[in-house]
Nanobody
Framework: QVQLVESGGGLVQAGGSLRLSCAAS????????MGWFRQAPGKEREFVAA????????LYADSVKGRFTISRDNANNTVNLQMNTLKPEDTAVYYC????????????????????WGQGTQVTVSS
């Protein structure tokens, strides 16, 4: 199982940018699809973005498409989420998640696809 630690959250004004990073430990990172989810107060956890183990296929939620970019560096066991043109509705705790290596090249927007989760990092966007 892979252990995940997110960083890079903070307070930013609307229209600003933040870059989240997720550092993974364990030998299965390069064989795992990776995803970012978020959860706002009083709301369910929702999908943000995901990338296959090779980085060749990427999915985004419609709400972040064109503003957020997910990337991974298998040599350094990291996955990043570049967030531009942030909006107050982007305020949430952001979680990094890893899929099972047994999933192969699959990618998924559902939370149950991912078996390992980080502790989350808070992103607050002020209006």
């Amino acid at each position: 199982q892979v252990q995940l630690v997110e960083s890079g959250g903070g307070l930013v004004q609307a229209g600003g940018s933040l870059r989240l990073s997720c550092a993974a430990s364990g030998r299965t990172f390069s064989n795992s699809a990776m995803g970012w989810f978020r959860q706002a107060p009083g709301k369910e956890r929702e999908f943000v973005a995901a990338v296959t183990k090779s980085g060749g296929n990427i999915l985004y939620a419609d709400s972040v498409k064109g503003r957020f970019t997910i990337s991974r560096d298998n040599a350094n066991n990291t996955v990043n989420l570049q967030m531009n043109t942030l909006k107050p509705e982007d305020t949430a705790v952001y979680y990094c998640a890893a899929g099972s290596p047994r999933s192969g090249s699959a990618i998924n927007t559902g939370a149950t696809f991912y078996g390992s989760w980080g502790q989350g990092t808070q992103v607050t966007v002020s209006s």
